[in-house]
Structure formats: C-alpha cells, structure tokens
C-alpha cells in the first residue's frame, strides 16, 4: 500500500500571499491568487485614501496588474517576489500637488498596509496630473 500524501493546504490566517511574477499567466498558482488579488485590493485602497490620488492605475489599457481568480484584474499594481524581498509597484493619477511629498506619502501607505512584509520596495509611478 503506498504512503498517503501530505496535504499542502495552509489555513487562510497563516498562508503567505502568493506573489505573481508580471510575467505569468493570470492562472498560475491558482490557489494562492485569491490573497494575492486581496493584497493588491489591500494596497490600491489605502493608497486612493492619500490625499492628491485622484485613481490607481494607468492612464491606457496596459499597464502593471496583479490577477486573481476568475479574470479578476487589479489594474495599477504589480506585486513581484524578490530575492530580497517584496517589491510593490503602483501606478497613480495625482491631482496637481507635491510629487515627492504625494509619491513619500503612498509609499508611506503602503508599508502601513503592508506591515507584516519585513523587506518591502514600493515603487510609485505617477502617469499623469490632473488638473483641478
């Protein structure tokens, strides 16, 4: 009789986020898509709380996106595994203010939302200025 196989499976309290690479396909590593989508909802709402962000997310169709399950696109954020760590990078549309103190200010937010990451890189890009 053969060795029974271990289950894999992690409760959803203590599994880690799978980190998609911008590279694979939206259904790689299936059943780890619904926290990573979930952490990159996570990200994109508190930085639309930083005041001056007026969307996150790229002015044309393509951009950095992270995908979860069942097509679900988060536009605007694209969260990669480092060897170092984790890198976060977010695409805004700013109101015209400060762009180093707005672009601190989402870093700032993202770190807050992501506190439990000990080695965290975000990099924001702002795609464009709107005008009051």
């Not at 289950?7 to 998609?20: D, F, G, I, N």
């Not at 969307?55 to 595994?81: D, F, K, M, Q």
Request: charged letters at 20%; hydrophobic letters at 40%; aromatic letters at 2%.
């Amino acid at each position: 009789m053969p060795p029974r196989a271990r289950s894999k499976a992690r409760s959803a309290s203590t599994a880690q986020p799978h980190l998609q690479h911008p590279n694979t396909a939206p259904n790689e590593g299936v059943e780890d898509e619904t926290s990573t989508a979930a952490f990159a909802r996570l990200l994109r709402e508190a930085v639309l709380k930083v005041p001056g962000v007026t969307r996150v997310g790229t002015t044309g169709a393509a951009g950095p996106s992270t995908y979860g399950l069942r097509g679900e696109v988060i536009r605007g954020v694209r969260i990669t595994r480092e060897p170092n760590g984790v890198t976060v990078e977010i695409h805004i549309t700013t109101q015209l203010v400060p762009l180093q103190a707005l672009a601190e200010s989402v870093r700032s937010a993202v770190r807050h939302a992501a506190a439990k990451l000990d080695s965290l890189q975000v990099d924001v890009v702002i795609d464009a200025l709107e005008a009051p």
